[in-house]
Every structure is written in structure tokens, then in C-alpha cells.
T-cell receptor, first 115, second 108 residues
Framework: EAQVTQNPRYLITVTGKKLTVTCSQN?????MSWYRQDPGLGLRQIYY???????DKGDVPEGYKVSRKEKRNFPLILESPSPNQTSLYFC??????????????FGPGTRLTVL | ELKVEQNPLFLSMQEGKNYTIYCNYS?????LYWYRQDPGKSLESLFV?????AVKQEGRLMASLDTKARLSTLHITAAVHDLSATYFC????????FGKGTRLHILP
């Protein structure tokens, strides 16, 4: 089944404790992206990657890191989480370079709480 | 800076009625997407609009794009309860910018 998977789905952590949220897709997509969703703010793009070893900042990259060492994986790293990073996080992927548009397929989401 | 505004943000309507959700954006783009999100769920792609005048229809939903007016609409015809969800438009200008979403509640 074609899908985007994220782990963990739920995470409660404390301020300053490094964490990684994994994202993997099995559709051979070139484009991958991370978003956070907050009430009243919609989805905001954190980072995106157009291909392996190519990443770029979205609208709200502060406090986050990403890497794209393999095509299928795009982990989101919070080196020192803070309470304002409490949010619902979505990973998404799309074909992108192979087509002229960027219809994205979203993972199930990771609900992160930073105490 | 690209800004995307959706109107209305909340909409409660009766079954059987028609309504339109508007998506305005601030800079030139000819790629616009509509997504649906059910409560507690992820986002699902509804429509991809790629050129001025593009119109796509799926069931009771119809989306259109006017790139000159920088406006997309999502029209709901004869609404049914199953269409209750939050609808997002997203504009593609290399970066993907989402609107804040329209929470649609259809009363049976």
C-alpha cells in the first residue's frame, strides 16, 4: 500500500530533551516536507526537500533540523524542544520533479507535547 | 511574501444548500490545491488546479481557479452531512502556503 508513515504518533517530552520524528514514504517520491498544524493557524511548512541531500527552509524552520540521506526518509529533529513546539506535525511527499505540480500525500500526523 | 486567505473560516449550513468557499492569494501562481481534513485525521488531496480557468468536479464539490484575480473557489452543491470537514487551499509558489482552513459543519 502506498503510504507515508510517521513515528511516533504521539509523544510527550520535556523541554530540552532531543527528539526525532521519523517519516518514511514508499512511493519513490522526490519531494518531502514537514508541516506543523496549530489551531487557528492552519498548516505551516517547516522544511522541505526536493531530493536526496537537498533541503530548504519553509516558513517556520526555527528550532528544527532535517536531513535527507535517503529518498524514502525525511526525519524531523528537535535538538532542544520548547513548549512552543507543542503541535501536530505532518510529513508529506509528492512526485514533484517528475511532474509540473506538487500534489502532496500526507502522513497520519504526530502529536507532540513539550512540557 | 505569499499570503493565502480563506473565507469563511467557519461555516454551518443545512443539508441540501449550496455554498462557496473562497481562497484568495497575494502573488502570482498557477498551481493551487484543495485538501480535506476530517477531525483527528490527516489531509486528503481533493483537487489540483494548474491553469487559469481550470475547473475540477468530484461529486458535490467543484473547484475553480482564476489566476488573474488570484482566486480559487470550492463550491458545494446540495450539501450532505458527509461533507462536514475542514477544507484547506494551498498555493504553490515553490514554497507551499496553506490557508487557515474552512471548518464546514453541515446540519442534517
Amino acid at each position: 500500500e502506498a503510504q507515508v508513515t510517521q513515528n511516533p504518533r504521539y509523544l510527550i517530552t520535556v523541554t530540552g530533551k532531543k527528539l526525532t520524528v521519523t517519516c518514511s514514504q514508499n512511493m519513490n517520491h522526490e519531494y518531502m516536507s514537514w508541516y506543523r498544524q496549530d489551531p487557528g493557524l492552519g498548516l505551516r511548512q517547516i522544511y522541505y526537500s526536493m531530493n536526496v541531500e537537498v533541503t530548504d527552509k519553509g516558513d517556520v524552520p526555527e528550532g528544527y533540523k532535517v536531513s535527507r540521506k535517503e529518498k524514502r526518509n525525511f526525519p524531523l529533529i528537535l535538538e532542544s524542544p520548547s513548549p512552543n513546539q507543542t503541535s501536530l506535525y505532518f510529513c508529506a511527499s509528492s512526485l514533484w520533479a517528475s511532474v509540473t505540480y506538487n500534489e502532496q500525500f500526507f502522513g497520519p500526523g504526530t502529536r507532540l507535547t513539550v512540557l | 511574501e505569499l499570503k493565502v486567505e480563506q473565507n469563511p473560516l467557519f461555516l454551518s449550513m443545512q443539508e441540501g444548500k449550496n455554498y462557496t468557499i473562497y481562497c484568495n492569494y497575494s502573488t502570482t501562481s498557477d498551481r493551487l490545491y484543495w485538501y480535506r481534513q476530517d477531525p483527528g485525521k490527516s489531509l486528503e488531496s481533493l483537487f489540483v488546479l494548474l491553469s487559469n480557468g481550470a475547473v475540477k468536479q468530484e461529486g458535490r464539490l467543484m473547484a475553480s481557479l482564476d489566476t488573474k484575480a488570484r482566486l480559487s473557489t470550492l463550491h458545494i452543491t446540495a450539501a450532505v452531512h458527509d461533507l462536514s470537514a475542514t477544507y484547506f487551499c494551498a498555493v504553490d509558489n515553490d514554497k507551499i502556503i496553506f490557508g487557515k482552513g474552512t471548518r464546514l459543519h453541515i446540519l442534517p
